[in-house]
C-alpha cells in the first residue's frame, strides 16, 4: 500500500516537472520567436552609442535647373565625456583651437552624458580648425560631417528663398513653406560601448544619412538676375525707402522673378533687423494702382461689349457726385467731349468711373 503512494507520488512528481519543462521550452521559444527582435533592440540601446551624420537638405532650383540654394559639407565637434580619460587636457588643447575660454569648454567635456554636441562654438567649424582637432587624436573627440546651407547668388531671391538657422530648419520662405520636404533623415555611426561608456573593440556600423527632397521654382534665374539688377540701380539713383518688381508669365500665372528692397544675406541673416527680414514686400505690401487699374476697367466693359471705344462718347465736365463723395478728373475743369478711345487716351476718372457704373449695372 505504501509503494502504491509512493509510486502515485513520484508519477505526480515527474508529470509535474514535465509540464514546467514544457512551459519553459515554450516560454524560451517564444522569446527568441516573437520578443527577439524588441529584446533585441532594449539591449543594443543599452551598448549602442549614434554619432549622428547629417542629411542633405533638398536644394532649390529655377525652373532650368540653376541652383539657388545649395549646401556645403562641413564638420562639428562631438564628445563621448565618459572616453576622455585625461579631461583637463582636452578641455585646454580645444578651448585654444576654438578660441573660447576654459570654463566654456569645461561645460562639455565635464558634462555627465552619453553623447555631447558642442552647441555653438563646435558647430560647422572652419577646414583648418577641424583639421587642428583631427590631428590630436584624443579620446572621446569626435568630429562628424554636417551640411551648412549656402545660396550661390548671395542676396538674390532672399525674401522668396527665406534662410535656415543652426540645425538647418527652415525659418523663411520656401525654405520654411516646404521644410518637411527639404529636411532629409539623419544617418549615423553606431559604435558599441560597456556600462561606463568605455568603446568596446567592435566594428563600427554605419548607417546612410537620407537626402532631403529637392524643390524646383518656376522662377527663371536670368531674368531675376535682371530685376536684381534693375531695383539695385534704382536703389542707387533714387535712394527710395522700399523698391519691388515682380514679372509674371500671363498665361499661366507663374512667377519668373520677384524682388523687393530692402534685402538682405541669408547665410548672415542674424546681423538683419526683424522688419527687413520678414517684409517680402511684393506679397506683404498693399499698393493703390491708381490709374493703372483703369485699362482693367474698360477691358471688362469692352469684353462685355458694353461700350464701344470709336462711337460712344463721354463729356468730362470736370467732376461728379457719387454718393456723398465727389469724383474729380486730375485735369481741372475736365477733358470735355471725349470718345471712349479718347478717355483711354486721357486717363479721364469720370469716364473710366462712367464705364465701371455700366459694368456694374449690367452685372447685378
Not at 177 to 198: C, M, P, R, V, W
Not at 213 to 237: F, G, M, P, Y
Request: proline share 3%; aromatic share 10%; glycine share 6%.
Amino acid at each position: 500500500m505504501n509503494n502504491k503512494k509512493a509510486d502515485n507520488k513520484m508519477k505526480i512528481f515527474v508529470i509535474g516537472v514535465f509540464i514546467v519543462f514544457i512551459i519553459v521550452i515554450l516560454k524560451v521559444f517564444y522569446i527568441q520567436v516573437f520578443e527577439y527582435d524588441k529584446l533585441n533592440g532594449l539591449a543594443s540601446d543599452l551598448w549602442s552609442r549614434n554619432l549622428p551624420i547629417e542629411a542633405d537638405r533638398g536644394k532649390i532650383y529655377d525652373r532650368n535647373g540653376v541652383v539657388l540654394a545649395d549646401n556645403i559639407t562641413t564638420t562639428s565637434l562631438v564628445l563621448i565625456p565618459n572616453q576622455i580619460k585625461d579631461k583637463k587636457e582636452v578641455t585646454e588643447k580645444l578651448a585654444e583651437i576654438l578660441n573660447v575660454s576654459y570654463d566654456q569648454m569645461k561645460e562639455h567635456v565635464y558634462k555627465n552624458t552619453s553623447i555631447e554636441r558642442v552647441h555653438p562654438f563646435g558647430r560647422r567649424l572652419d577646414y583648418k580648425v577641424a583639421e587642428r582637432i583631427e590631428k590630436l587624436e584624443l579620446e572621446g573627440v569626435y568630429l562628424v560631417r554636417e551640411s551648412k546651407r549656402s545660396y550661390p547668388y548671395g542676396t538674390e531671391l532672399s525674401h522668396t528663398l527665406g534662410f535656415v538657422g543652426i540645425d538647418n530648419q527652415g525659418l523663411s520662405g520656401i525654405e520654411l513653406q516646404y521644410d518637411d520636404y527639404l529636411t532629409g533623415e539623419y544617418g549615423a555611426i553606431k559604435y558599441f560601448s560597456d556600462a561606463k561608456g568605455n568603446k568596446l573593440d567592435l566594428a563600427q556600423v554605419y548607417e546612410s544619412p537620407q537626402n532631403g527632397v529637392n524643390v524646383t521654382l518656376t522662377v527663371n534665374h536670368k531674368i531675376q538676375a535682371s530685376i536684381e539688377r534693375e531695383l539695385d540701380n534704382v536703389v542707387t539713383k533714387y535712394n527710395p525707402e522700399t523698391a519691388l518688381a515682380i514679372a509674371m508669365d500671363p498665361n499661366t500665372g507663374e512667377i519668373l522673378g520677384i524682388s523687393s528692397r530692402p534685402n538682405f544675406d541669408a547665410v548672415n541673416y542674424q546681423d538683419y533687423d526683424i522688419e527687413t527680414l520678414n517684409r517680402n514686400l511684393p506679397i506683404w505690401a498693399t499698393y493703390e494702382p491708381g490709374s493703372t487699374f483703369k485699362i482693367i476697367t474698360l477691358s471688362a466693359a469692352l469684353n462685355e461689349k458694353l461700350v464701344d471705344l470709336d462711337k460712344e462718347n463721354f463729356y468730362d465736365a470736370g467732376s461728379v457726385k457719387v454718393a456723398n463723395a465727389k469724383i474729380k478728373c486730375w485735369k481741372a475743369g475736365g477733358h470735355g467731349a471725349q470718345t471712349f478711345l479718347q478717355v483711354v487716351e486721357n486717363s479721364c476718372n469720370l469716364g473710366v468711373n462712367t464705364a465701371t457704373h455700366t459694368i456694374l449695372k449690367n452685372t447685378l
